[in-house]
């Protein structure tokens, strides 16, 4: 199971992220560093866990749908990179960044699900909050099943922003366990909640291949310091 540690970055600093409520947003404070630089925080996270990947949400990007803010180069690990992406011809201009695996979040994508290009080019999450599958595309497709659009991607999130920083768990294992079924050679990453290890152990019996990690790290519920 690969820990994917996480950082929110809004303003140009780390932020954390709670229940997907962005107003709320404040610079982290962390045991880790005591800076909130991206880069700081990113290496601290990095050294911490041993992981080559890091998972970046350019909150600026996201909320106001215009460039990545962030540069992946910066940091010295491969970047899952979600930049608030909604049409193809900005996927297209983020794949050509280096060091960067594009993530498509159905927060904010435009294009239905019949529209997507085939083999779908970047990892799709899969946006819940409080267990319902939020959109960018019409809503009259919004309700179509989620393993049928899945089974056109080689890779996953599963991410309940409502769990995000609040520390109650992430309650996405039975939407994991049918995505396994659906897809048995996707790769599937969790996030959203994770507390402890035994978090952790429910994600992977689930069948999840890694999960995204924020709080648990900054707080060392996961990892001693010193």
Same mark, same amino acid.
């Given at each position: *199971?690969?820990?994917?540690p996480v950082i929110d970055v809004m303003g140009g600093v780390v932020v954390r992220a709670i229940a997907g409520r962005?107003?709320?947003?404040? $610079?982290?404070?962390?045991?880790?560093?005591?800076?909130?630089?991206?880069?700081?925080?990113?290496?601290?996270?990095?050294?911490?866990?041993?992981?080559?990947?890091?998972?970046? =949400?350019d909150l600026d990007a996201i909320i106001g749908g215009g460039a990545p803010t962030c540069v992946p180069s910066h940091?010295?690990?491969?970047?899952?990179?979600?930049?608030?992406?909604?049409?193809?011809? /900005?996927?297209?201009?983020?794949?050509?960044?280096?060091?960067?695996?594009?993530?498509?979040?159905? #927060?904010? +994508?435009?294009?239905? $699900?019949?529209?997507?290009?085939?083999?779908?080019?970047?990892?799709?999450?899969?946006?819940?909050?409080?267990?319902?599958?939020?959109?960018?595309? $019409?809503?009259?497709?919004?309700? *179509?099943?989620?393993? !049928?659009?899945?089974?056109?991607? %080689?890779? *996953?999130?599963?991410?309940?922003?409502?769990?995000?920083?609040?520390? /109650?768990?992430?309650?996405?294992?039975?939407?994991?366990?049918?995505?396994?079924?659906?897809? $048995?050679? !996707? #790769?599937?990453?969790?996030?959203?909640?994770?507390?402890? +290890?035994?978090?952790?152990?429910?994600?992977? /019996?689930?069948?999840?291949? =890694?999960?995204?990690? %924020?709080?648990?790290?900054?707080?060392?519920?996961?990892?001693?310091?010193?």
């Amino acid at each position: *199971m690969r820990i994917i540690p996480v950082i929110d970055v809004m303003g140009g600093v780390v932020v954390r992220a709670i229940a997907g409520r962005r107003n709320d947003y404040r $610079p982290i404070e962390t045991r880790l560093t005591c800076s909130t630089d991206p880069i700081v925080v990113a290496e601290a996270l990095l050294q911490l866990t041993g992981s080559k990947e890091l998972y970046v =949400a350019d909150l600026d990007a996201i909320i106001g749908g215009g460039a990545p803010t962030c540069v992946p180069s910066h940091f010295r690990a491969t970047v899952l990179l979600d930049a608030g992406l909604r049409t193809v011809e /900005q996927l297209a201009t983020l794949k050509r960044l280096p060091n960067v695996r594009a993530i498509v979040g159905t #927060e904010t +994508w435009s294009v239905p $699900p019949d529209d997507w290009p085939e083999p779908f080019p970047a990892i799709l999450s899969l946006d819940y909050i409080d267990g319902e599958l939020r959109t960018g595309w $019409p809503v009259s497709t919004a309700a *179509m099943d989620v393993s !049928a659009m899945a089974i056109r991607v %080689a890779s *996953m999130i599963v991410l309940d922003v409502a769990h995000v920083g609040m520390g /109650q768990g992430s309650g996405t294992e039975e939407t994991i366990r049918m995505l396994r079924r659906a897809c $048995p050679n !996707a #790769e599937l990453i969790a996030g959203g909640g994770v507390r402890h +290890w035994d978090d952790i152990h429910r994600f992977e /019996q689930a069948g999840a291949d =890694a999960v995204l990690v %924020a709080t648990a790290l900054h707080d060392s519920s996961l990892f001693r310091l010193g």
